[in-house]
């Protein structure tokens, strides 16, 4: 797994970094897994960061992209 879920519950924040390379498949991954997270946690409201910064490559196509964006969007 490319990356990792922090969540401080007392802030009601959540926190997912990302290192190496980054797949279709690990994006497809982290939807359904924060997903989860925010249905079990959420109650109401939480704000979420996704850090990039240590990401080496994107392996995506631009349909790769837009199919992530609708399940992302349901």
């Known amino acids: 797994m490319p990356y990792l879920?922090?969540?401080?519950?007392?802030q009601r924040i959540f926190r997912a970094?990302?290192?190496g390379q980054v797949t279709v498949e690990s994006l497809r991954e982290f939807i359904a897994e924060t997903t989860r997270f925010v249905l079990e946690h959420g109650d109401g409201s939480l704000v979420?960061?996704?850090d990039f910064s240590d990401v080496?490559?994107?392996d995506l196509?631009?349909?790769?992209?837009r199919?992530?964006?609708?399940k992302s969007t349901r």
Do not use: K, N, Q
């Open 5 to 10: 879920l922090e969540f401080a519950s007392a």
């Open 67 to 70: 199919e992530l964006d609708r």
């Open 56 to 58: 080496e490559s994107f």
């Open 17 to 19: 970094r990302f290192a």
């Open 61 to 65: 196509s631009p349909a790769d992209v």
């Open 48 to 50: 979420g960061i996704v």
